[in-house]
């Protein structure tokens, strides 16, 4: 079964304005650890966020925020204020803690965003 | 923050020869690294896990003696490709977690492998 859902076509969206990445995920590991990594064309693979299973609040880093719900199982990415660098291919993904140390992330198929001047 | 390297970048080899990637962790230990494979506009999948000094644990699907991994420190993981065909060019990218750490997972630069 597919654990990591990224369903969204290519997203646009203008410069300076903010917009959501979708992801929605499926575990029946009570821990767990969401994660948003974002690839631009040169291929390196650059962290962005993490959420927690356990957090209370919706983590946050900059720019970046994620729209945790747990019930749903949504862990969708916030850009704020989009920049011309922000372009790029995006990856949610998880980790199921109880599999132990060599607990692996699973990927989502990613969204390419693109964003306009 | 940490750093992962990987050499070579980029490769070009011809069919049936071997090729070998490496993955190092320049500024933390890393007891366990990952090595994924990802084709054009697609999502990285894993092929295996190595922890240092024993042996690796392929995916489903990943033939082991095509693809020898060896994890022979803590700071040094290697992807040896074995008699490579054309449809083994990929992006192939390593992944290290330092040891101890939660959830903190580095990745690589990517090894783009094209055989002729």
């Known amino acids: 079964a597919q654990k990591i859902t990224q369903t969204q076509p290519g997203m646009f969206v203008q410069e300076k304005e903010a917009v959501t990445l979708d992801c929605t995920y499926d575990?029946?590991?009570?821990?767990?650890?969401l994660f948003w990594y974002k690839q631009p064309s040169s291929g390196e693979m650059i962290f962005l966020i993490y959420?927690?299973?356990?957090?209370?609040q919706n983590a946050t880093e900059g720019r970046y925020s994620l729209n945790f719900q747990k019930a749903r199982k949504s862990a969708n990415l916030v850009i704020s204020a989009s920049q011309l660098g922000d372009s790029a291919m995006y990856f949610c993904a998880m980790r199921e803690v109880y599999t132990g140390a060599n607990s692996k992330l699973t990927f989502g198929k990613g969204i390419t965003l693109s964003v306009r001047p | 923050g940490a750093v992962v390297s990987q050499h070579p970048s980029r490769v070009i080899c011809k069919s049936g020869t071997s090729v070998k990637i490496e993955c190092r962790s320049l500024?933390?230990?890393?007891?366990?690294m990952f090595w994924y494979r990802q084709f054009p506009k697609q999502s990285l999948m894993l092929m295996a896990t190595?922890?240092?000094?024993?042996?690796?644990?392929?995916e489903q699907g990943v033939e082991k003696d095509k693809f020898l991994i060896n994890h022979a420190s803590l700071t040094l993981s290697t992807l040896t490709v074995t008699s490579a065909h054309p449809e083994d060019s990929s992006f192939y990218i390593c992944s290290a977690r330092q040891t101890g750490a939660t959830y903190e997972q580095y990745f690589g630069p990517g090894t783009r492998l094209t055989v002729t």
């Open positions: 575990t029946s590991d009570p821990s767990y650890g």
């Open positions: 190595s922890n240092e000094g024993s042996k690796a644990t392929y």
């Open positions: 500024d933390f230990q890393a007891t366990t």
């Open positions: 959420q927690g299973s356990y957090d209370q």
